[in-house]
């Protein structure tokens, strides 16, 4: 796979298009391009709007595509709150249809992965009349239930619990060095396609999470989620999703397996799976050509 020299751009470029707008009593980060039906398009954990830099020039011709950081992410607020009144899916959900109002938008596609496709299922059940089709990409969802906590699995998922350390955040973001050895471990061992992130792309990510309390901020999304992941896991499923769903999973995510998609039918009313031979878990930078055709086929349907 290969990029060309236009994604050597820093993402602070300004040809990126780079927005600011109010969430639910923060300020929201947003870069925004191209024309046509809107689409929001959600990151993932360790990233920002950044995720989606390859999928952003694929689509451009085709949509409106918009990509907020999530509060406590890239160049939106961090602001020092209670994890669980401040950094919750719910929370992070009201920021986003707050967004859409500021935008005048009244009803988009969403695609997403890692925690924004946790988000994305809240907004989808909390005001479905806004979410036209989502996309998920190798998403959490009810149907993992307690297969999360399986010794064999939990190798995988320490990185949770070590978040919920108080001083978790000075360990991580004590320099820039100790950021990058960090997020270098996410980076290479989720990663199905390896030259799918080149250093120039890696340092970018790295200088996000280097700065004054943004470590701290990301990571205050997992503090949240402690409380409730065990009484999730344990839930009967609620309603499916009614929106039309289409699901990309990469064959080789060592955190949420493929093997785990097969509930989704509980979940999800109308959707499509297609899993990604030698793709790990961050499909819109390993394999952005499945990502935007998943996305243009959403568009039809929704």
Request: proline share 8%.
């Amino acid at each position: 796979m290969s990029f060309g020299s236009s994604f050597d751009r820093s993402p602070n470029d300004a040809d990126w298009g780079h927005y600011y707008a109010p969430g639910a009593g923060v300020r929201l980060h947003y870069v925004r391009q191209g024309k046509g039906p809107p689409v929001l398009l959600l990151h993932g954990w360790p990233g920002f709007w950044y995720d989606w830099r390859h999928v952003i020039p694929l689509l451009a011709g085709e949509a409106d595509l918009i990509a907020p950081d999530f509060r406590g992410f890239g160049g939106s607020d961090k602001p020092d709150l209670p994890p669980a009144a401040g950094y919750s899916p719910a929370v992070l959900a009201a920021d986003l249809l707050a967004l859409l109002d500021h935008l005048q938008l009244e009803r988009v596609v969403v695609a997403a992965h890692d925690i924004g496709a946790s988000v994305a299922q809240v907004l989808a059940r909390t005001a479905p009349q806004r979410i036209s089709a989502l996309v998920l990409f190798d998403p959490a969802y009810g149907g993992v239930g307690n297969r999360r906590y399986d010794p064999g699995v939990q190798q995988e998922f320490w990185y949770q619990h070590l978040h919920n350390l108080s001083w978790a955040d000075q360990l991580i973001g004590y320099n820039r060095d100790t950021v990058a050895l960090y997020l270098g471990h996410f980076y290479d061992h989720w990663v199905g396609r390896k030259d799918s992130v080149r250093p120039i792309e890696f340092g970018h990510i790295v200088d996000q999470y280097a700065q004054p309390g943004a470590v701290r901020a990301s990571i205050a999304y997992y503090k949240a989620r402690a409380g409730s992941r065990q009484a999730e896991a344990n839930a009967a499923p609620p309603a499916p999703i009614s929106q039309p769903t289409i699901i990309r999973w990469g064959e080789a995510d060592p955190v949420m397996r493929v093997e785990w998609a097969d509930r989704l039918g509980e979940y999800f009313a109308d959707y499509q799976l297609r899993t990604l031979p030698g793709v790990g878990h961050f499909v819109p930078f390993e394999a952005a050509d499945e990502a935007a055709a998943a996305i243009r086929l959403a568009l039809q349907l929704g």
